[in-house]
């Protein structure tokens, strides 16, 4: 069980990328996916989450109408297209499986609490000119 993220990279303040990842072992269209960035020196937080049934996308808060969450069930691969980057935007972005609260904050999961818990290595995006 697996997840593989890769897109990352350097771009200008404005510029856009388009993050991927890549399941194996286990298929996306039976769990909700999403992704997770951390900056430097800060703490992770829950960036998007996309549902598995009715594929409903979340967001946090400061990316949205930026950030755009999808899913290919087909290809067993989560993207996350984002626009109009900010250097707020500079981290480590993991996907990974999530769930999201109430109020749709995407949440991470625990294995602890029953969940399929699996998390890609993170692939670096820098927004900086």
């Known amino acids: 069980v697996q997840l593989q993220a890769s897109g990352g990279g350097l771009v200008q303040p404005g510029g856009s990328l388009r993050l991927s990842c890549l399941a194996s072992g286990f298929r996306l269209e039976n769990f909700a996916i999403g992704w997770f960035r951390q900056a430097p020196g800060k703490e992770r937080e829950g960036v998007s989450c996309?549902?598995?049934?009715?594929?409903?996308?979340y967001y946090r808060d400061s990316v949205k109408g930026r950030f755009t969450i999808s899913k290919d069930n087909a290809a067993n691969s989560v993207y996350l297209q984002m626009n109009n980057l900010k250097p707020e935007d500079t981290a480590v972005y993991y996907c990974?499986?999530?769930?999201?609260?109430?109020?749709?904050?995407?949440?991470?999961?625990?294995?602890?609490?029953?969940?399929?818990?699996?998390w890609g290595q993170g692939t670096l995006v820098t927004v900086s000119s």
């Open positions: 996309i549902s598995a049934s009715l594929g409903t996308a």
């Open positions: 990974a499986t999530c769930t999201y609260s109430n109020e749709g904050v995407p949440t991470a999961v625990s294995a602890d609490e029953g969940y399929l818990e699996v």
